[in-house]
């Protein structure tokens, strides 16, 4: 799905990335995790990438297999110097801002990475694997 930079699309990204999810045997846990990892991307395209301004557009990709959910949040913004330090713990080019975005989305999902270029944009990729024996459960079932 595509949607511009407005701040409330950062609950309407959760929203819907949540009820997709839904489709696979993640527990309700899981569930609030991959929310708040999606929102702490959306927000950074939304207040990093763009600046806060309205105009850009937000993509956010999803790919569903039995074992895992894929997401990737991508914007066109003004992209990320140093990813390295990006990831650091509390490390924010904002000093109003905690440095924590990256810690959470590690924490919560399997897998992270971030491809940005200055200038170019930013894209983070987040895996979250369905828990073992709810996938080998639901196989059996078929
Ligand atoms: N989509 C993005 N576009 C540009 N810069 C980003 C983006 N996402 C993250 N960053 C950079 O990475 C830093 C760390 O992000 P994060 O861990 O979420 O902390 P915070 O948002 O509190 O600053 C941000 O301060 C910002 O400089
Ligand atoms: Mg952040």
Known sequence: MEFPSL??????????VASFASQLDFTIHDIEEIKVA?????????VHGYGNSRGGLIRVCLKLTDEALEIQVEDHGKGIEDVKKALEPTYSTDPERMGLGFVFMQAFMDYLHVDSA????????????????AAAAASEKH
């Open 38 to 46: 999606v929102s702490e991307a959306v927000a950074n395209a939304i």
């Open 7 to 16: 701040p409330e699309n950062v609950a309407f990204a959760r929203v819907a």
């Open 118 to 133: 200055p200038g170019k944009g930013t894209r983070v990729t987040m895996v979250k694997n369905v828990p073992r024996g």
